[in-house]
């Protein structure tokens, strides 16, 4: 069975801090996808990146980074300079790779408070 | 760019009612999945269809019944509505590959469902 396990219920920083989410995942599946969604106040489930589980390469886009290492089971999301808008909760979610109808299994999500 | 629909945005049900939810994916995509968001909990996936088959099935109740219609809209069908099922209830379409390819789920903005 799948599992995510984001074990930072909240975060609270100040606006430009670094903010960096920490996500852990357990699956029996050689072959998945890691995700990371953002669900602001208003309640929208907003897509933020992918990453497949054969593709460890770390990246950078804009102010967000990922950091996924297949040795720990970890897929964690930095969002660099933070803003006041980035104040919202963070999913990071698990697909195994199926021919089609891929369900996400979520974490419990944190919630990043950025304070101005 | 064209999003996924939900409709309606909200409902109010008394318990034992009925209660239908409708989804309209995004153009073109194939597949449509269901989760269920209980309050300062992570989406829950529900079910999901394919080429109008369903393909996957998680935690849906008995009283739960769903479908895709041929013009790949989907309907989540709710009878015996409980207090417990109040909850925001999202539509996520993707654009799956034969070959096990894991696109990203694109959300809709959800249904908010209140039971009383």
């Known amino acids: 069975a799948q599992k995510v396990t984001q074990a930072q219920t909240e975060i609270s920083v100040v606006e430009k801090e670094d903010v960096t989410l920490d996500c852990v995942y357990e699956?029996?599946?050689?072959?998945?996808?890691l995700f990371w969604y953002k669900q602001p106040p208003s309640g929208e489930l907003v897509f933020l990146i992918r990453?497949?589980?054969?593709?460890?390469q770390n990246e950078i886009s804009g102010r967000y980074s990922w950091n996924f290492q297949k040795s720990t089971s970890s897929f964690n999301f930095t969002i660099t300079a933070s803003q006041v808008v980035d104040s919202a909760v963070y999913f990071c979610?698990?697909?195994?790779?199926?021919?089609?109808?891929?369900?996400?299994?979520f974490g419990g999500g944190t919630r990043v408070l950025v304070k101005p | 760019a064209a999003g996924v629909i939900q409709s309606p945005r909200h409902l109010i049900k008394e318990k034992r009612e009925t209660a239908t939810l409708k989804c309209y994916p995004i153009?073109?995509?194939?597949?449509v999945y269901w989760y269920q968001q209980g309050p300062g909990q992570d989406p829950q996936f529900l079910i999901s269809?394919?080429?109008?088959?369903?393909?996957d099935k998680g935690s849906i109740p008995d009283r739960f019944s769903a479908q895709q219609f041929s013009d790949y809209h989907s309907e989540l069908n709710m009878s015996s509505l409980e207090l417990g099922d109040s909850a925001l209830y999202f539509c996520?379409?993707?654009?799956?590959?034969?070959?096990?390819?894991?696109?990203?789920?694109?959300f809709g903005p959800g249904t908010r469902l209140t039971v009383l």
């Open positions: 996520a379409s993707s654009l799956n590959l034969r070959t096990g390819s894991s696109d990203e789920q694109f």
């Open positions: 699956t029996r599946d050689t072959t998945y996808y």
């Open positions: 990453r497949n589980s054969f593709d460890e």
């Open positions: 979610a698990l697909s195994e790779a199926r021919a089609a109808g891929n369900k996400l299994t």
């Open positions: 153009p073109r995509h194939d597949t």
């Open positions: 269809f394919y080429e109008k088959m369903q393909s």
